[in-house]
């Protein structure tokens, strides 16, 4: 499983980290496009895209989250279309089987965006650390969002609302 969470790193990635929440100093919320990714977000500011050092077919867009410096948000999208079903039933059918002990299957959500199936679950990174992951598969693309922060805590209102924002972009992004 430890393999497959780092194949879904063939895709497009968001990093978040927080800070200066409440300082005064917040700039407002704004949608911003990708066309060329096929999506649209609401962020804090925004953000700059580039190659994924790790993932090479990736292109990452990086992003101060407000208030939580606890977390990193890393979301992923493919620039090659391929087809990613294998990977993803994989990965849901690995989750459901706990074949990662670390991954909590009861967390397992299905949901859909823009009319495109996608899945969710919670795992624990290590000692402090949880992580939401999200998954979809569109157009021959993958996206995946994955959202890590302090278990102490409760997950990122900030990182919710950016999830909540996420929308695909053009005619063709509909099944």
């Known amino acids: 499983m430890k393999c497959a969470r780092s194949a879904f790193g063939l895709g497009l990635v968001l990093s978040i980290s927080a800070s200066g929440f409440g300082n005064g100093n917040e700039t407002p919320w704004k949608e911003y496009a990708f066309p060329t990714d096929g999506f649209a977000i609401t ?26 410096e606890d977390c990193k948000m890393v979301l992923r999208v493919t620039r090659r ?35 495109h199936p996608g899945f969710e679950y919670l795992r624990k ?15 021959g693309r993958l996206y995946a969002f994955s959202a890590g922060w302090l278990s102490a805590f409760l997950f990122p209102e900030a990182a919710k609302r950016i999830l909540v924002s996420f929308r695909f972009l053009g005619s063709d992004s509909h099944p």
């Open 43 to 68: 962020l804090p500011h925004v953000p700059e895209p580039h190659p994924a050092v790790v993932f090479p077919d990736a292109t990452a867009y990086t992003v101060e989250l407000p208030g939580r």
């Open 81 to 115: 279309p391929r087809d990613y079903s294998i990977f993803v039933r994989a990965l849901r059918d690995g989750i459901l089987q706990g074949k990662d002990p670390d991954t909590d299957a009861a967390s397992l959500k299905d949901l859909s965006t823009d009319g």
């Open 125 to 139: 990174v290590n000692a402090r650390y949880t992580s939401l992951d999200r998954y979809y598969c569109v157009n």
